[in-house]
């Protein structure tokens, strides 16, 4: 494999708070030419890759020239994320080869404009005469170079440009001038044009790809089968199939006619497909399926699909199309999942009590008609659809944690209302995230010493804030939100609030006693949305409400502030988490006079998709390689904040035969977290947490950036070098590099942390004497 050696295309500026700029994760896209004369072979070309990757959507961009409108509009019917690109065809006249009057000779040069695109990290491009076969994951995954099969006639050192996987130091200005001048020069053979002008330019230098991925026509001469292992057939030439075929070539043929499909017909074929369907294709293809048929079976896929990306009314409103029989039990108990999703309380309970009498969906049906009945604050009926759900499956998690979040036996309230802050949180449970664990009491410790039931009453964010509630906050003396990242949509979804704490408009402006929202966080992955209208409406009420707005990061405030009107701007404040300033805020706190030879490495799978794209094989053969090498320096561990976290273990053992110990911290109480960390020498953490909390205790950090609320943290720190990116071509040597950085001379590196977290403080203090006036002592 050879690859070139252009410098790397810096990305283009964006503004601090772009997720993609933050976390690098890489952008992919398809593309291809297209006018009318080849929009029949896109249209099967389009129909090909989505039933053969089922799972893949990513953008497509389609370069043209003048497409019709309607012709636009059939290109749309087919793909949910079509990028619209015209081509910029006069800079082509002043290319010195061919009949530059003749269309069809200056539209061949036209696909070059790919290399013009800016937004992407990677993208493939497909010839308009191709369809696609098999999977392209292998294409997905391409990380470095240039990418083409070599042509079939002329032998390795040419590239066949019907297949081009480029990356993005190739989609930069310097390479486009290389194009240019080539092109002006009429230094190439007129091989195709664009494909003679990128071989002049490439000169043999380009990554070669197995023929399967550009499997041209001409190799199947004489009638021959398409082979098996075929990923994209190229019908090069002059006959296309849409246009008559070509003698000798029937069984070519036949296979681009599997796809000629009509739009009712693809859409049944892709929505009866095995394996993972995507949420954006199965979407763009269901719902008009349901629409014209009524399949209930479908609706469920669709409404699951948007609970999934947290379009909770897209998921009511399309299993509300549909007439459910009384003895379909799935749907019915999505359905509810749905309802409940935006508070629509009673319909769901009913859809879910016609779920529970299927024995497959029993155990799941009663768990959700557990959780609700808990979100309503009746514990008693959680408990008992909690208990239900066990009996019908003994093994089934979310029952067993409803029924010990319903059995659970509240703290007796030591002190008088006039005397505690009211506190709404999300309080985690016993076996859960040590990081969520840790925070209620971090905070509680920012305002005080004691953090018992005698300065605090507990108010569970997720829980129905009802008539009930408003009465026990207005009877304290102020009430704190925080901290966490609680402004996230799908973390327990409700229609009232849409973020996390379940509260009505007119209950929130019926609270009487100052109101401080206290570090807390915007949360949003990288590619995920909030139903904008009723989280800003909840958002701008808050504000207003609030005597104190503090947000634990400076992308936090940015974010929010841009869903506020001008004038609320000034309202919302930087209050850092309190677990980065844990060293100041616990009575007593010593630093160790030693700490162990350890690295702790922790590694986050919630919304996996969200964190790696298709880049999670790289990411795990890269942390294979960074285990071994720091293996070097000290002992590796896996600090797991929950349960899920243990895979990063699992996977290392299972595909490198690596063995790395586990510490279960979802099994911590709150001191032995902090003196985890406390006591090594360094962390390698994804999680939020996983940063911050050694970072308070004084230890060193190395973030690895999967969500963008850790490139905020390390910016607000000054610090952006200690995090690197899950998706770094060179995460390895990087994360080991900046290991041997921090740990060279630790005492100098504990004495960093120390210092950055001292303004950290002083923020916090300037905060704490706000604080004091606005809430009484």
């Given at each position: 494999m050879t690859t070139t050696s252009l410098t790397p295309a810096a990305a283009p500026q964006a503004p601090a708070t772009d997720a993609h700029a933050l976390t690098g994760k890489r952008r992919i896209a398809f593309a291809s030419f297209v006018d009318e004369n080849y929009l029949p072979g896109f249209l099967v070309l389009l129909k090909s890759l989505a039933l053969s990757n089922p799972s893949v959507c990513e953008d497509f961009v389609v370069l043209h020239d003048d497409l019709r409108p309607g012709s636009i509009a059939k290109i749309r019917d087919l793909h949910p994320r079509i990028v619209l690109r015209r081509v910029d065809a006069d800079r082509y006249d002043s290319y010195k080869k061919g009949d530059q009057d003749n269309y069809l000779v200056r539209k061949a040069y036209f696909i070059l404009d790919v290399f013009r695109l800016r937004e992407y990290d990677t993208v493939i491009t497909l010839d308009t005469d191709m369809v696609v076969l098999d999977g392209l994951g292998e294409l997905l995954q391409l990380r470095e170079g240039l990418a083409a099969v070599p042509q079939f006639f002329y032998g390795q050192h040419k590239l066949n440009s019907g297949l081009l996987v480029i990356q993005r130091e190739y989609l930069s200005d310097e390479f486009c001038a290389r194009i240019d001048a080539c092109g002006r020069s009429g230094d190439y053979e007129l091989d195709k044009h664009d494909q003679g002008i990128l071989n002049s330019v490439l000169a043999g230098d380009f990554v070669r790809l197995d023929p399967r991925y550009n499997f041209v026509k001409r190799r199947l001469s004489g009638d021959l089968p398409v082979p098996e292992d075929t990923a994209i057939l190229h019908f090069t030439g002059r006959h296309k199939p849409?246009?008559?075929?070509?003698?000798?070539?029937?069984?070519?043929?036949?296979?681009?006619?599997?796809?000629?499909?009509?739009?009712?017909?693809?859409?049944?074929?892709?929505?009866?497909?095995?394996?993972?369907?995507?949420?954006?294709?199965?979407?763009?293809?269901?719902?008009?399926?349901?629409?014209?048929?009524?399949?209930?079976?479908?609706?469920?896929?669709?409404?699951?699909?948007?609970?999934?990306?947290?379009?909770?009314?897209?998921?009511?409103?399309v299993l509300g199309s549909v007439r459910i029989p009384l003895d379909e039990a799935w749907p019915h108990e999505v359905y509810g999942h749905a309802l409940m999703s935006v508070s629509r309380y009673e319909e769901a309970?009913?859809?879910?009590?016609?779920?529970?009498?299927?024995?497959?969906?029993?155990?799941?049906a009663h768990a959700r008609l557990a959780q609700m009945a808990w979100v309503r604050g009746d514990n008693a009926e959680a408990l008992r659809h909690a208990t239900a759900g066990m009996s019908v499956d003994p093994t089934h998690r979310s029952s067993r944690l409803w029924a010990q979040r319903a059995a659970s036996v509240p703290?007796?309230?030591?002190?008088?209302?006039?005397?505690?802050?009211?506190?709404?949180?999300?309080?985690?449970?016993?076996?859960?995230?040590?990081?969520?664990?840790?925070?209620?009491?971090?905070?509680?410790?920012?305002?005080?010493?004691?953090?018992?039931?005698?300065?605090?009453?507990?108010?569970?964010?997720?829980?129905?804030?009802?008539?009930a509630?408003?009465?026990?906050?207005?009877?304290?003396?102020?009430?704190?939100?925080?901290?966490?990242?609680?402004?996230?949509?799908?973390?327990?979804?409700?229609?009232?609030?849409?973020?996390?704490?379940?509260?009505?408009d007119e209950l929130l402006n019926r609270i009487d006693v100052p109101i401080a929202v206290f570090a807390v966080g915007f949360n949003a992955f990288d590619g995920q949305s909030y139903r904008a209208g009723r989280f800003r409406s909840s958002l701008r009420q808050l504000?207003?409400?609030?005597?104190?707005?503090?947000?634990?990061?400076?992308?936090?405030?940015?974010?929010?502030?841009?869903?506020?009107?001008?004038?609320?701007?000034?309202?919302?404040?930087?209050?850092?988490?309190?677990?980065?300033?844990?060293?100041?805020?616990?009575?007593?706190?010593?630093?160790?006079?030693?700490?162990?030879?350890?690295?702790?490495?922790?590694?986050?799978?919630?919304?996996?998709?969200?964190?790696?794209?298709?880049?999670?094989?790289?990411?795990?053969?890269?942390?294979?390689?960074?285990?071994?090498?720091?293996?070097?320096?000290?002992?590796?561990?896996?600090?797991?904040?929950?349960?899920?976290?243990?895979?990063?273990?699992?996977?290392?053992?299972?595909?490198?035969?690596?063995?790395?110990?586990?510490?279960?911290?979802?099994?911590?109480?709150?001191?032995?977290?902090?003196?985890?960390?406390?006591?090594?020498?360094?962390?390698?953490?994804?999680?939020?947490?996983?940063?911050?909390?050694?970072f308070g205790c004084g230890t060193p950090i190395i973030s690895l950036i999967s969500h963008p609320k850790m490139a905020y943290f390390l910016r607000d720190i000054e610090r952006p070098e200690w995090g690197v990116s899950v998706h770094d071509r060179h995460l390895a040597a990087r994360l080991v590099e900046r290991s041997k950085d921090l740990l060279a001379d630790h005492d100098r590196t504990v004495a960093d942390v120390h210092g950055r977290q001292q303004e950290l403080w002083k923020t916090t203090e300037a905060n704490a004497a706000d604080l004091r006036v606005v809430l009484g002592g």
């Open positions: 849409w246009q008559g075929g070509e003698a000798g070539y029937s069984q070519a043929e036949e296979r681009w006619r599997e796809f000629e499909l009509s739009d009712a017909d693809f859409h049944a074929a892709y929505l009866a497909s095995s394996g993972g369907l995507h949420h954006d294709l199965l979407v763009h293809y269901g719902t008009p399926h349901v629409r014209r048929t009524g399949d209930v079976e479908v609706a469920r896929k669709v409404a699951a699909a948007h609970i999934g990306a947290g379009d909770y009314q897209d998921a009511v409103d309970r009913t859809q879910l009590l016609l779920a529970t009498a299927a024995p497959n969906r029993a155990a799941t703290a007796q309230e030591q002190g008088s209302p006039e005397d505690q802050l009211a506190h709404v949180a999300f309080y985690m449970d016993r076996q859960g995230n040590a990081g969520d664990k840790l925070l209620p009491e971090s905070v509680r410790l920012a305002f005080g010493p004691d953090t018992t039931s005698r300065r605090w009453h507990p108010v569970h964010a997720h829980r129905l804030f009802d008539e509630a408003l009465k026990r906050v207005n009877s304290r003396r102020g009430m704190v939100i925080g901290g966490g990242g609680l402004f996230i949509p799908d973390t327990m979804p409700n229609g009232n609030s849409a973020w996390q704490w379940n509260v009505p504000v207003e409400r609030s005597s104190f707005f503090g947000l634990r990061n400076h992308g936090s405030i940015e974010k929010v502030r841009a869903m506020l009107p001008a004038h609320l701007h000034d309202k919302v404040r930087f209050q850092p988490c309190p677990t980065t300033v844990t060293r100041q805020l616990v009575a007593g706190w010593q630093d160790p006079a030693e700490r162990e030879d350890t690295i702790l490495v922790n590694a986050a799978y919630d919304r996996a998709g969200l964190r790696f794209g298709h880049d999670y094989d790289y990411f795990l053969a890269q942390m294979a390689q960074a285990v071994r090498d720091l293996g070097e320096l000290a002992e590796v561990k896996c600090a797991a904040h929950s349960l899920d976290d243990e895979k990063i273990a699992f996977d290392l053992r299972r595909v490198y035969g690596i063995s790395l110990p586990v510490i279960p911290m979802y099994d911590f109480d709150n001191d032995e977290i902090r003196d985890l960390y406390a006591r090594t020498k360094l962390v390698i953490g994804m999680r939020g947490h996983a940063g911050m909390i050694p």
